[in-house]
């Protein structure tokens, strides 16, 4: 469908995440979406970049934390980006509530937008803007449209969205039949076998109004607290502090658990663009390109007679010998020390630090 000026796309990019799993580099005052992992831009700003086509998209509306304010302005003025609106959530209530933020704040109730989180990494933009474009009509028929990714191992560290029948008149979306939180081994390997599952990846396409409407039959008491948080919101250029103490009276939920396992009209779009949400260091070691003897190396690092590692040391000089599916992480004072497989654990590390501070 060709995209003209009345069905342009606002992107809302969710930067409220702390980023616990990538300890030691991720920490509270940065965590992994303002992290440089991959290259020299930030996931932040590389989200950022994939809606930088303003023949496509409308100026983003960003979601994040106020202790985040100057890393995220700096960031954005690094790459050029300049937002509509910058909405800075007074505390943490999950991402039902942040995208209703978003929906109140855009322009006209119809507004498409396009929810993505801003630490997701995406190889081929190409082939996601595509699935993006083509998701449009269906959008705009007061769908919510969510994006599946093809499975390509029975992984359970992500949830998956069953399919059922295509939707009359789109390209390629189909009816969302159920949502499946994140399984154990034994049933991803089955929904994989059975085939009609895909990843939940967390991104969404919808009207505002349709989002709005769907809080007020499914989740009235969130989008009462969001709407008088917005209501009462104090100002400055383009930052907007919603009320606090409204907004912390909403309740806490995920977009998945409040809206979407309940709404009538879910549509799952699959694609295939090379995603992953590098939800920890095992998932970066994986979409990471490996030297001769399958390691990984960010920094300084010498592994000899070593194989299947992951090492990320930019402060410290570390040498290794003999080992063998370790990851190895340093940042100023910490070093961490695991085996891989084990990364998805990283949290309880540093809550626990967190906890003896």
Known sequence: MAITQQTKITPVILSGGSGTRLWPLSTPEKPKQFLALLGPQSMFQLTL????????????IIIGSSRHTEIMT???????ASPGAIILE?????TAPAI??????????????????SDHMIKNVRAFQKAVEESVSVAQSRWLVTFGIEPTEPATAYGYIQQADPIVGSARSLSAKRFVEKPNEKDATQMLAEGGYLWNA????????????????????????????????????????????????????????AILEKAEKVALTPVNPG???????DSL???CHKN????????????????????????LEIAVLGIENLIIVTHENNVMILPRGLSQDVKKIAQKLENED
């Not at 209703?100 to 989180?117: F, G, H, Q, R, S």
């Not at 709005?212 to 502090?241: F, I, Q, V």
């Not at 995603?275 to 260091?281: F, I, N, P, T």
Request: hydrophobic share 40%.
């Open 49 to 60: 970049q994939r809606c930088a086509d303003e023949s496509l998209y409308q100026k983003p």
């Open 74 to 80: 700096e960031q954005m003025e690094e790459v050029g």
């Open 90 to 94: 007074p505390c943490a209530r999950s």
């Open 100 to 117: 209703a933020l978003a929906a109140l704040a855009a322009e006209n109730p119809t507004d498409l937008l396009l929810v993505m989180p």
């Open 202 to 257: 967390g991104i969404f396409l919808f009207r505002a109004d349709a989002y709005l409407a769907a809080l007020e039959k499914h989740a009235p008491e969130m989008l009462n607290a969001c709407r008088s948080a917005m209501d009462g919101k104090r100002t400055a250029n383009k930052l907007y502090y919603p009320d606090a103490d409204t907004f912390a009276s909403s309740p806490s939920d995920s977009v998945d658990y």
């Open 275 to 281: 995603w992953s949400d590098v939800g920890s260091w």
């Open 285 to 287: 070691f994986e979409i």
């Open 292 to 315: 001769e003897h399958s390691n990984v190396i960010f920094g300084k690092a010498e592994a000899v007679d070593s194989r299947n590692n992951l090492i990320h040391s930019h402060e």
